[in-house]
């Protein structure tokens, strides 16, 4: 482990138009939540980045590069899935009787008009599998070679949708609200989401459109304060127009992430991305972990009053 490093200042500017209409060099090349009407702006900075070496071989270096997402089947076996899923269960059955405390009510996210717990943050502290998976070279070391540097978690979650009325998560880029509302500079980052259980085409699997993490969509909206005490269960603000996500299907299609248990999907953060509601019988649990490269440290946030908490966007940069 290498010892925290303090919160840099941002060094990049606000957007300055020039006459000519683009944007001014050395500004914000990712501007979004200022009030002005939505637009697509090309990606600046690359998704693979040259020097990194790794577990994957240059066929998935380049799927990656060009889709910005690559599934992997079956990367972990069946008795390790089954025990990071013992894992999660112990942790869910630790912390259902505390929902509503103030020492766990913002790790947890719970399914509207009940008690069952849909995301736990931070899972990557806990003792045992959960804190361990994350240090696995399958995963950071597919980070290390994508983003070529050392890489931090910048956030990690338990992701339950249970079967029957597992609720959608709508089209969106992770990298609009890293970026506005925690300071994430470029998005030199990608996301590892570990399935622990069959992702069906019914079950509500991630869905993905291919190739659009080469454009930023910008959204009109302000960041609110403590915007993230009500996004992190229905996100309003920082939401894609449906107009700019109609050019990026025309452009990229759609596709579907299914695979069985053991498998892992890694998408650059810039990749539009959401899931259908789960309305099937099966369940779908799966960890979601965020590596951003050590090069990429958060600074301010670049369109929000406030910097979310530590528990959704970590400042404790200590490499994996």
């Not at 630790?94 to 943050?121: K, Q």
């Not at 894609?240 to 992430?257: A, K, M, W």
């Amino acid at each position: 482990m290498q010892s925290s490093v303090d919160t840099e200042k941002r060094t990049t500017d606000t957007t300055t138009d020039r006459p000519d209409g683009r944007r001014q060099i050395g500004a914000d090349d990712y501007p979004s939540r200022m009030g002005r009407p939505a637009e697509l702006l090309d990606r600046v900075h690359p998704v693979v980045y040259e020097g990194g070496s790794g577990p994957l071989d240059p066929a998935q270096v380049r799927r990656f590069d060009e889709h910005g997402y690559l599934n992997v089947e079956s990367m972990f076996s069946p008795e390790e899935v089954g025990l990071l899923d013992a894992a999660v269960s112990a942790l869910v059955d630790d912390l259902t009787p505390s929902i509503g405390d103030a020492e766990n009510a913002e790790r947890l996210i719970v399914e509207p008009g009940s008690d069952a717990i849909r995301s736990i943050f931070s899972f990557h502290q806990e003792s045992g599998p959960l804190g361990q998976v994350v240090g696995d070279d399958r995963l950071a070391g597919v980070a290390r070679q994508l983003l070529a540097s050392d890489v931090y978690v910048h956030q990690s979650r338990v992701n339950r949708k249970p079967g029957f009325r597992g609720e959608d998560f709508g089209w969106h880029s992770d990298f609009e609200t890293w970026h506005t509302e925690d300071g994430m500079p470029t998005p030199r980052c990608l996301s590892a989401s570990v399935a622990l259980t069959d992702n069906h085409s019914f079950n509500g699997p991630l869905m993905v459109m291919p190739g659009s993490h080469r454009w930023f969509v910008t959204c009109p909206e302000p960041t609110p304060p403590r915007n993230h005490e009500s996004s992190l269960e229905q996100q309003e603000v920082g939401v894609p127009d449906d107009d700019s996500l109609q050019t990026l299907y025309d452009r990229c299609g759609i596709e579907q992430c299914t695979g069985p248990a053991g498998s892992v999907t890694f998408f650059d953060c810039n990749l539009m991305h959401g899931s259908n509601t789960n309305i099937s019988p099966l369940a779908r649990r799966n960890l979601f972990v965020v590596f951003n490269s050590i090069e990429n440290r958060l600074v301010e946030p670049f369109s929000a009053p406030d910097r979310r908490p530590n528990h959704v966007a970590s400042r404790t940069f200590d490499v994996v």
